[in-house]
């Protein structure tokens, strides 16, 4: 409402102003609170230090500097960060000293957030930045993590080791590297064996981006899949599937032998897999493949609905 003379119109235009200022403000602090940087106190009393959380955005960036990440995927991690910034998924780095220490990497069509690095002082702060319905976080020091305020535990993951890695006697007549043409075959298997799995975007991406991909075809039908990311001479496996009308016939397996054949002639040294101790026939094959126990994670919901799992337990 104007009064016409000019110190109403003055009056008037201070406060649009203020409001615009107050807007801006309030623009920058959201953009502060979800992409940061943010400054997070760690270390001791007598040996404090600090961690900055940081998105990332720049895919040069994220090529740059040592990564000294304690986690055994750390070989992998600027791998998920290039692949998540390409996707326009959220990528968190957190640096301490300047070097990389941590990485909190979300991937939106599943909405699982996972964090990387010993990053429990900044958990609230990373959760915070972007929010999820489920996120796992790493065990440290052979201790299961805490559970983040207003998440429940819902499974646990086993994360398993190979070195070295060498070749394996497999059935070469089924099991080949995947083609382009196979991807649709790929991607129904995925979506009916995980729910969530939408569009099989993660697995497109992985093999889009390079990774090493075979298949298993039977009566001209594609089966089963296995996938790897290969990065400094480490593999991390991922998406081993059969389809349920051919599992329990060995075709797990000898995706697993021709997988690990395939890194070895690459010169890969050392495979890392996550896998679910509720999962046995997943677990019989890795174990029997040689690999052993090097770390876990567990994975929580925020979802009121997902029951604890039974039979173990986090702090
Ligand atoms: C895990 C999976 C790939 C196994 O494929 P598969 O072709 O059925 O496995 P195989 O027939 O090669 O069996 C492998 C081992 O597991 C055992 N096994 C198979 N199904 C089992 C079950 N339901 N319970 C216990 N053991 C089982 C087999 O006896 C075999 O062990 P053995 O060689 O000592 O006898 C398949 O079950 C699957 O696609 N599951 C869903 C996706 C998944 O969970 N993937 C794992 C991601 S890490």
Known sequence: ????????????????????????????????????????????????????????????????????????????????????????????????????????????????????????????????????PFVFLEERKGQPPGTPAGFVPVDRYDVLRLEPVSARAFESGIVRPMAAADLPGVVQIAQTTYFEAGGGRGLRGGWMDGDVALVAEVAGRIAGFAFATVEDGAALLYGLTVHPQFRGQGLGRELMAGRLSALAAMGVQRAVVEVSPGNPAAHRIAMAAGFVRCGGTVYFSARATDAPDVGWSVA
């Open 1 to 132: 409402m104007s009064s016409g003379t000019p110190v109403g119109v003055l009056a008037e235009v201070a406060g649009s102003v203020v409001i615009l200022v107050l807007l801006g403000l309030a623009l920058v602090l959201g953009w502060r609170r979800t992409h940061g940087p943010r400054t997070v106190r760690v270390g001791t009393a007598a040996t404090p230090s600090t961690m900055r959380l940081q998105r990332a955005t720049d895919l040069r960036k994220v090529e740059l500097g040592p990564w000294p990440v304690d986690s055994p995927f750390a070989p992998f991690l600027r791998t998920f960060a290039r692949r998540g910034i390409a996707m326009r998924d959220p990528v968190v780095l957190a640096r301490s000293g300047g070097q990389v220490v941590g990485a909190y990497v979300v991937d939106s069509e599943s909405e699982v957030g996972g964090v990387y690095g010993p990053l429990e002082p900044a958990l609230r702060t990373l959760l915070s930045m972007q929010r999820v």
